[in-house]
């Protein structure tokens, strides 16, 4: 690679990362989620479809602070977790199953948040190693029992290779770099970084701002 | 540094903090919650030392936080020192939650109610001569 292309290769990614980083997403509809205006939210235990046993407990330590931050009283996930299992619901399915509304009235929450991890595994490819989180997020209001938001945010991580002079000293060091990723693979920033892209508004997808939050009323006025 | 390395420099500088600042400023002194659960998550049997992190978190937060003690911390420090059979202070943090998150109040009440009927089972499981011994009657102090 020449110095003259270096420049213009790091433009490129910076565009690829401010428009991954930022981009705006579709408008979704907010009128029911409006009407119900929740001001607090029940984080539920995670429902996990990838093969990785403890991922969903891992993804459920994640979830607090996006939602928090947009304005929401968050229940406490870990308290929320055991009175759950005390009360029978200890598989995260069954939770998931079990009707909203009572879901609602065992804690006196205005809306339940619903997280499925559909992908959250490392995968071998040709000298590299891809990491890969994809969540399902839901969002039921406790007075209908109705969706009011949905989003779905995948995250894809590679090591990059920044190979020593090239040739076959470069292939060694990719094959390290790859085996790595995949014995150790970090998934817990990935899965930050998916919620922070799911629950942004209104550069993204996410929940206009709640009561707690100074912007509250104001972006979704604004975003119309 | 010469400047035509220089320059790549600063456009990948600029497209990290570009990245790093759509997370903006937050709004509570959340310290390291989401990295003490996931390690709460990790080593469940190791709660002497989830106790102690949930209790330097809320003192950080009601400190050089300013107070800013994030929603659910209280309570979730509360449930941790009920687990720890430290049942007077986990109602005074279920307290502390309600107070400061009225959308709490129902499951907090709930919390107390739950603590103190188990705080009386104990009681009079340790003296059983207290407990009456006709139910019709009901429980006399």
Redo the contacts between chains.
């Keep these: 690679m020449s ?1 003259q292309t ?2 213009a290769v ?2 490129a ?2 565009a690829a ?2 428009a991954t ?2 981009a705006t997403a579709p408008k979704k509809d907010f009128t029911a989620f409006q009407s119900e205006n929740p ?2 939210v029940l984080v539920i235990p995670v429902v996990n479809r990838s093969v990785e046993v ?1 991922a969903a ?2 993804f ?3 979830l ?2 996006p939602v ?2 947009r ?9 929320v977790k ?2 759950l299992e005390n009360d029978g619901l200890a598989d995260s399915a069954m939770v998931h199953s079990a009707d909203t509304t009572k879901l609602c009235n ?3 929450a ?1 809306s339940v948040l619903y997280a499925t991890i559909e992908r959250w595994d490392a995968q071998y490819l040709v000298l590299t190693t891809q990491v890969t989180v994809a969540f399902d997020y839901t969002l039921k209001g406790c007075k209908t029992g109705d969706t009011l938001w949905n989003h779905k945010q995948t995250m894809v991580y590679s090591p990059q290779n920044q190979g020593g002079g090239g040739g076959v000293g470069a292939l060694v060091a990719m094959a390290i770099n790859a085996a790595m990723t995949k014995a150790m693979p970090n998934y ?1 920033p990935l899965a ?1 970084q998916a919620n ?1 892209m799911a629950f ?1 508004f209104p550069d993204g997808p996410g929940f206009p701002a709640g009561s ?2 100074p912007e509250h009323l104001k972006d979704l006025a604004a975003a119309k | 540094m010469n400047r035509k390395i220089f320059l790549p420099w600063l456009v990948l500088t600029a497209a990290l903090l570009t990245v790093t600042g759509c997370a903006g400023n937050r709004m509570y002194a959340w310290g390291n919650y989401d990295d003490t659960l996931y390690a709460h998550y990790k080593n469940p049997q190791d709660h002497e030392k989830h106790l102690e992190k949930l209790n330097v978190l809320v003192t950080d937060a009601e400190t050089t936080g300013g107070g800013k003690v994030p929603p659910g911390l209280y309570a979730e420090y509360g449930f941790a020192l009920y687990e720890a059979g430290r049942t007077d202070e986990s109602v005074i943090y279920f307290g502390k939650e309600k107070e400061k998150w009225p959308e709490s109040s129902f499951v907090m009440d709930k919390m107390i109610r739950n603590v103190r009927r188990q705080d009386e089972i104990r009681k009079n499981a340790a003296s059983p001569e207290a407990v009456p011994t006709t139910e019709a009657g009901g429980r006399k102090q």
């Design positions: 110095r270096i420049p790091l433009s990614i910076l990362v401010v980083g930022c001001r607090s403890n407990d891992y459920l330590s994640t607090s602070i928090a931050e304005g929401y009283y968050v229940f406490p996930v870990d308290l055991h009175l065992l804690f006196g205005d817990m930050r922070g942004k707690h939050h």
